[in-house]
C-alpha cells in the first residue's frame, strides 16, 4: 500500500518569500508522485508529476519538487511566493503509473502574506 | 477543448434519500474517477470507470454506486444519504494509460440536511 503525509496543514510566507510544501511518501515500489492546487470552491489542478525521468520536476507557475528516494520525499518548492499562490496543495502518490487512482495526502493551506 | 463538467454544482437533500451525480469527461477520455472530499477525511478514492466497467474501488459502502455510459459519461449514486455524506464530490477524467494527468471538474458540493 502507498500514503503520503505533508507536513504542515497550514503554511503562511511572506509576499516575495520562498514557498516550501512538504511530502514524504510511503512505498514498497517506486512510486508515481503528483502535486496538485486547488482553489476555494474549484476542482483540483495538476502542479507537477513525477514518473521517474527525472528527479528535478518543473512545474507550472513556476513550482518544482524534487524526488528524494533516500529520504522518501518530494517537497514543493518555489522561489518567490506571489499572492496568487495561497490556495490548498495536495500531494498525491500513486503505483499504477498512470492518475486513475490517487492517494492523496491531507493537504497544506498557503497562506501569502503582503 | 472543454474540461471535465460535473452537474449540478450544488444540491441539498434529506437524509434518508437519494441523490445522483454527473460527470462528463473531456472528450476523448475513457477513465473517469470519482472522489469524495470532506474537511475530516480528506480526499478519498470513491471508485474508477472505464468503458462502462468498474475497474478500482475505495473503502466506501455499498451505498455509493456509479455506473458509466457508452460516451464515457459516469453517474454516481448514493442512496440513504447520511449526514456523514455531506462533502465536495470530485470527478476526474484521465487518458487510457500512462502516467498522464487526471483532470478534474469543478465538483458538486452535496449538503445533507
Known amino acids: 500500500a502507498q500514503s503520503v503525509t505533508q507536513l504542515g496543514s497550514h503554511v503562511s510566507v511572506s509576499e516575495g518569500a520562498l514557498v516550501l510544501l512538504r511530502c514524504n511518501y510511503s512505498?514498497?515500489?517506486?512510486?508515481?508522485l503528483f502535486w496538485y492546487v486547488q482553489y476555494p470552491n474549484q476542482g483540483l489542478q495538476l502542479l507537477l508529476k513525477?514518473?521517474?525521468?527525472?528527479?528535478l520536476v518543473k512545474g507550472i507557475n513556476g513550482f518544482e519538487a524534487e524526488f528524494k528516494k533516500s529520504e522518501t520525499s518530494f517537497h514543493l518548492t518555489k522561489p518567490s511566493a506571489h499572492m496568487s499562490d495561497a490556495a490548498e496543495y495536495f500531494c498525491?502518490?500513486?503505483?499504477?503509473?498512470?492518475?486513475?487512482?490517487?492517494?492523496f495526502g491531507s493537504g497544506t493551506q498557503l497562506t501569502v502574506l503582503p | 477543448k472543454a474540461g471535465v463538467t460535473q452537474t449540478p454544482r450544488y444540491l441539498i437533500k434529506t437524509r434518508g434519500q437519494q441523490v445522483t451525480l454527473s460527470c462528463s469527461p473531456i472528450?476523448?477520455?475513457?477513465?473517469v474517477s470519482w472522489y469524495q472530499q470532506t474537511p475530516g477525511q480528506g480526499l478519498q478514492f470513491l471508485f474508477e470507470?472505464?468503458?462502462?466497467?468498474?475497474?478500482n474501488k475505495g473503502n466506501f459502502p455499498g451505498r455509493f454506486s456509479g455506473r458509466q455510459f457508452s460516451n464515457s459519461r459516469s453517474e454516481m449514486n448514493v442512496s440513504t444519504l447520511e449526514l456523514g455524506d455531506s462533502a465536495l464530490y470530485l470527478c476526474?477524467?484521465?487518458?487510457?494509460?500512462?502516467?498522464?494527468?487526471?483532470?478534474f471538474g469543478q465538483g458538486t458540493r452535496l449538503t445533507v440536511v
Open positions: 498525491a502518490v500513486t503505483l499504477s503509473g498512470s492518475a486513475r487512482q490517487l492517494t
Open positions: 513525477y514518473t521517474s525521468a527525472a528527479t
Open positions: 472528450s476523448g477520455h475513457r477513465s
Open positions: 512505498s514498497s515500489v517506486p512510486p508515481y
Open positions: 476526474a477524467s484521465s487518458l487510457e494509460s500512462g502516467a498522464g494527468e487526471a483532470f
Open positions: 470507470y472505464f468503458s462502462e466497467t468498474q475497474r
